[in-house]
């Protein structure tokens, strides 16, 4: 969705750095519930590549709680549309 707050799932697809934590952070609280957070990728699930980074400011479930990892680098569109779809039948 266009915006945070129609959206109930976020997927967060790259490293946490120190600028994007607050708009991640912000974009979390605006979500309505039931709000789910997926990190897809090694980035988001232990910094990647980017571990050890000034900017990298740790993975993402350090910041906000994570229900469903995809993982890989870069990760399967098989594996992203399967952690999605276990996702959404949570919301059911």
Same mark, same amino acid.
């Given at each position: 969705?266009?915006?945070?707050?129609?959206?109930?799932?976020?997927?967060?697809?790259?490293?946490?750095?120190?600028?994007?934590?607050?708009?991640?952070?912000?974009?979390?609280?605006?979500?309505?519930?039931?709000?789910?957070?997926?990190? @897809?990728?090694? #980035?988001?699930?232990?910094?990647? *590549?980017?571990?050890?980074?000034?900017?990298? $400011?740790?993975?993402?479930? =350090?910041?906000?709680?994570?229900?469903?990892? @995809?993982?890989? #680098?870069?990760?399967?569109?098989? *594996?992203?549309?399967?952690?999605?779809?276990? $996702?959404?039948?949570?919301? =059911?």
């Amino acid at each position: 969705k266009g915006s945070p707050r129609h959206a109930d799932i976020l997927v967060v697809t790259g490293p946490v750095t120190r600028q994007c934590l607050p708009r991640l952070k912000r974009i979390y609280e605006q979500m309505p519930e039931p709000k789910i957070v997926v990190a @897809v990728g090694s #980035c988001a699930i232990t910094n990647g *590549a980017f571990n050890g980074c000034y900017n990298v $400011v740790g993975p993402l479930d =350090k910041h906000l709680p994570v229900r469903a990892y @995809v993982p890989g #680098c870069p990760p399967r569109p098989e *594996a992203i549309i399967h952690g999605l779809m276990a $996702v959404l039948e949570e919301l =059911k």
